[in-house]
Structures are given as structure tokens and as C-alpha cells.
């Protein structure tokens, strides 16, 4: 019987979950909104916890009768294909995050279709995931066969997007020393509306690209959804990166809303991407979590990466990490003073740990 | 320039691994805005300090522990962190805030982050007196 980890707080509810799962230890929950006029469990975390019942087999969830405590006691992981209706309440990223950081340790690999909203300001973009974090893995030899495919757009309020999840199973993951963040050679972006007027993708991508005016290679896709591929609810929104000569890449979005004005969100969205490239690092603050997290997965062998401010939802993710895992990382802060390398952000962050060496057992060595 | 300079060095932050890993005092919101007092709080002996943080979720013996005496029964629990925990949204993407963004309508701001991309200068800061010797 391994021991019981106890959290109070709906705070960090999923990645609690996520590591419970992986490391197999029982995870309890108490005091979830005990406060809140509207107690305990709000929909999209029944939803959620819905959804980790469909991917894992065995697994018991016992919910307190007002909602505000949880038991979980984690099963095996199995994947393979899985329909999930996401709701409105959260956009699919809440939902799809954590997909990712179970995916690659399945017994099947995942195919799991998920229906709801793929982009809005709360949650990181299905564009995001597709092409800022899904990448990430590809450095832990996380490859063949991972894809997001999008064939529908979803739009807050009403959402009716569509997108499928298909991640391949490894026995161990590589370690990685990724500490030269290199130069930004070119960015890259998707604009997308949909049941708004077609130009509203050119004029975000017009305004972004006046902001990002450093390279030349700039290429922002500029996509107009229609018929049965344009969901629900009117929108549009736009998801930029910037990629490094060494594959680090930087990244920001935003999604536009109703009265909102397709030049401001281009504009913010590209002054966002800016103020994420001065973090530096080689690791944006979207995919740190996911990152820190392989990381400790990896072999037992030292894993080294740069980032470049912390934000505090990884700062709580360290401290969960700590306690499900037992693994701490080595931060080291370097400054403007020690720095030779070509073109480095002045304030970064080392940080380096040894891996738990996690081992997929149902996937046979080859 | 100076200015744009010294928003960039005023991100220090003192004993990361401490503030994280160590008795987990601080939030991690408090950790990242360095809303953090030089000494050590002060925590009154026998008082409910402890419940400030309850909420926070900030990892098993942090929160308030199962010492409360009958004392506490039907006593009223100050919660005024309780609107700040509600509001925080369990996502990665951090909050957006547009003001702090408005310094990249700034050409010289803008200018300090050229050398983060391949056209800007090839000179490495440090070397650069290095190679003012060769000549």
C-alpha cells in the first residue's frame, strides 16, 4: 500500500490527477471550493475526471457526497480510441494537456477524438498544442505517428470543434541537455476564423506581421473555415511562434472576441510572442510544465534545460512533482555577466535533474 | 535604453531552489511577482496562521494540519484569500496582462531583444572587448 498523498484546494487539480496516474500513488483531494457558495466539483472536472476513467482501466474515483473531497486510486493506462465531449465550460486543452503527458506511456496508443471548443483565451489553442507542444516530445524520440489533427474549428460560447489526438507508446523516454536556446531564425503562426468575414484571418495576420518585423522569414497561415468545419459560434483567433536555429521555440495566442477588432488581437498576440522571446530560454512558458515533467520521467541519467522565467503554475508543478516523484531540480540562475554565448536572453534559468527512469512495461523492447 | 535595461535586470530573484523546495512558505504567485519579506515570517506561536495558505493546495504538510483544538469549534475563519484562489484558472497559459505589453510600442525596447534573432549583431557582449584587442 503505497501512502496516500493529501492536497487541499481544486487548484492544480489536474496535474495532481496526471501524476497520481503516472506514479501510481492514491491521491486524496479534500477541501475542493469547500468555501464557495457553489461547493465542490464544477462540471468540466467531473468531466475531466470522466475522461481519465475512459483512458485507465481500474481505476476507482470516489467523490464525497457534496463534491468537495476526492479519493483516487489509479489504474493502468490503456488509451486506444476514446470519444469525449468536452462541454463548453472549458476549451479542449484543459482536457488535451494532460492527454499528452499520459499518451506516450499507454498500453495502446491514444486515438481519442474530442469534441468542445479548440481555442479561447482561458486554455492553451489546439494550434498551440499542434505545433508548440506536441513538438517538445519529438526531443524525449517521441515520434512516429504523434498528431493533432483539427478538422473542425470551435469557438466560445458554443464551441463544435473537433479534434483527434493520436500519440504513439514508448518504453523509455531519452534524456535531454537542451541548454543552447540559439537564435530565432523564423516564425511561423495560423490565423483562423470562422462564421466571421474570410479577411478577418488576413488583417490579424497583416497586423502581427508589422510587429515582427526581425526576420524576413515569416510565414503566417491565414485559414477561413467553412460549412460544417466552422462549429457552433463565431470567432477567430491566432497562434504565432518563433523558432530557433537550435529547435527552441517561443510561443503566443490569442483569440478575439465579440467587438474586438482582428488588428488589436494580430498586434498583442505578436506583443505577447515578443515578450516571451525576451524570457529567453530554450523552453517557453506554455510547454515548461510539460518539459520539467519528461524530464523527470527520463532515464536515470541528467537531463539539462534552459528556461527562461518561471511561472508559477510550474512552480507548483515542481513542488508536485517533488512529492510524487521525489525528484528535485537544480536551479541555477545565470545573469547577464557570465554570458558568451551568441545572442542569449541576459536572465535564465538551468535546470537540471536526474530521471526517476520510467519504464512503460506494456510496450516490449525491441 | 537605461530604462529598458533595468526592466530587464529587475527580475532577480534570490535562492529559487529555497523558496520552492524548502518549507513552502510562499505561493507560487508570490514566489514569481518577489512579493517575498527579507526575514522569515513571523508566525505567531499557537495562532491560525498556518490556515492562511489553506486553499492554496500547496502540497501535503503545508496545509492546515489536523491540530485544530475544540478551541476552533464554531470560531469564524477569517478567508480572505479565498477570492484570490477562486479566481485562479487551472491552465498553463499564464493571464495576459495588455498594459505590461504596451513597452513593445517602444522602437528602442523593441531594439533590445535584435540579438535574439539571426540578423541582429554578431558581436557576443562578452567577447566584444576581446576582439577590440586583436586591432
Redo the contacts between chains.
Keep these: 500500500m503505497s501512502k496516500v498523498?493529501?492536497?487541499?484546494?481544486?487548484?492544480?487539480?489536474?496535474q495532481r490527477l496526471v501524476l497520481a496516474t503516472l506514479s501510481g500513488k492514491v491521491l486524496k483531494?479534500d477541501?475542493i471550493?469547500s468555501?464557495?457558495a457553489n461547493p465542490g466539483l464544477r462540471d468540466f472536472e467531473a468531466s475531466f475526471l470522466r475522461l481519465l476513467e475512459k483512458v485507465t482501466n481500474g481505476a476507482t474515483i470516489e467523490i464525497s457526497y457534496t463534491g468537495t473531497s476526492i479519493v483516487y486510486k489509479p489504474g493502468v493506462i490503456v488509451g486506444g480510441k476514446v470519444y469525449h465531449d468536452c462541454g463548453t465550460a472549458r476549451a479542449v486543452?484543459?482536457f488535451l494537456?494532460p492527454l499528452i503527458a499520459l499518451g506516450p506511456f499507454s498500453k495502446n496508443p491514444m486515438n481519442i477524438t474530442l469534441n468542445g471548443i479548440t481555442n479561447d483565451?482561458?486554455?492553451?489553442s489546439v494550434d498551440t498544442i499542434r505545433t508548440v507542444l506536441l513538438p517538445q516530445l519529438k526531443k524525449f524520440g517521441i515520434e512516429e505517428g504523434l498528431e493533432l489533427e483539427i478538422p473542425s474549428r470551435g469557438a466560445p460560447p458554443n464551441g463544435g470543434g473537433k479534434v483527434i489526438f493520436r500519440c504513439p507508446i514508448v518504453r523509455v523516454l531519452k534524456p535531454i541537455q537542451f541548454t543552447d536556446e540559439g537564435?530565432?531564425?523564423r516564425i511561423r503562426g495560423v490565423a483562423y476564423c470562422t462564421r466571421v468575414a474570410p479577411q478577418f484571418s488576413n488583417r490579424m495576420v497583416d497586423s502581427a506581421r508589422g510587429?515582427l518585423d526581425?526576420?524576413n522569414d515569416i510565414n503566417i497561415a491565414a485559414v477561413h473555415y467553412q460549412g460544417d468545419k466552422s462549429g457552433l459560434s463565431p470567432g477567430f483567433a491566432i497562434s504565432l511562434l518563433a523558432k530557433t536555429?537550435t529547435s527552441a521555440f517561443y510561443s503566443a495566442e490569442?483569440a478575439g472576441g465579440p467587438g474586438q477588432a482582428p488588428e488589436d488581437i494580430g498586434l498583442?498576440a505578436a506583443?505577447?510572442l515578443?515578450?516571451e522571446?525576451?524570457k529567453?530560454g530554450c523552453v517557453d512558458?506554455?510547454s515548461?510544465?510539460l518539459v520539467l515533467l519528461m524530464m523527470v520521467l527520463g532515464p536515470n541519467d541528467v537531463s539539462k534545460v534552459r528556461v527562461g522565467?518561471?511561472?508559477?503554475?510550474?512552480?507548483?508543478y515542481?513542488?508536485?512533482l517533488?512529492?510524487f516523484f521525489g525528484s528535485?531540480?537544480?536551479?541555477t540562475?545565470e545573469?547577464?555577466k557570465?554570458?558568451?554565448?551568441?545572442?542569449a536572453?541576459?536572465?535564465t534559468?538551468l535546470m537540471t535533474c536526474v530521471g526517476v527512469g520510467y519504464v512503460n512495461t506494456n510496450k516490449k523492447a525491441t | 535604453m537605461a530604462k529598458a535595461e533595468s526592466v530587464f535586470h529587475s527580475r532577480r530573484r534570490p535562492n529559487l531552489m529555497r523558496l520552492i523546495y524548502g518549507d513552502r512558505k510562499y505561493t507560487p504567485e508570490q514566489i514569481v511577482n518577489g512579493d517575498i519579506e527579507e526575514g522569515p515570517l513571523k508566525l505567531k506561536e499557537g495562532s491560525d496562521e498556518e490556515d492562511s495558505d489553506e486553499g492554496f493546495g500547496t502540497g501535503p504538510g503545508t496545509g492546515g494540519e489536523d491540530n485544530d483544538n475544540d478551541e476552533d469549534f464554531l470560531t469564524l475563519k477569517k478567508e480572505d484569500s479565498d477570492t484570490v484562489v477562486a479566481q485562479m484558472i487551472d491552465s498553463c497559459k499564464s493571464t495576459i496582462e495588455f498594459t505590461d505589453l504596451d513597452i513593445w510600442d517602444n522602437p528602442e525596447f523593441k531594439e533590445t531583444i535584435r540579438d535574439r534573432f539571426i540578423t541582429g549583431s554578431l558581436d557576443v557582449p562578452g567577447a566584444a572587448s576581446a576582439g577590440g584587442d586583436d586591432e
Design positions: 498523498l493529501k492536497y487541499e484546494g481544486h487548484n492544480y487539480f489536474r483531494i477541501k471550493r468555501n464557495d486543452g484543459y494537456e483565451n482561458v486554455d492553451i537564435r530565432i531564425k510587429v526581425y526576420v536555429t490569442l498583442l506583443k505577447q515578443l515578450a522571446i525576451q529567453g512558458s506554455i515548461q510544465t522565467e518561471l511561472t508559477p503554475f510550474t512552480i507548483q515542481l513542488r508536485d517533488q512529492d528535485q531540480f537544480k536551479i540562475q545573469t547577464g557570465d554570458q558568451t554565448v551568441l545572442g536572453a541576459p536572465d534559468l
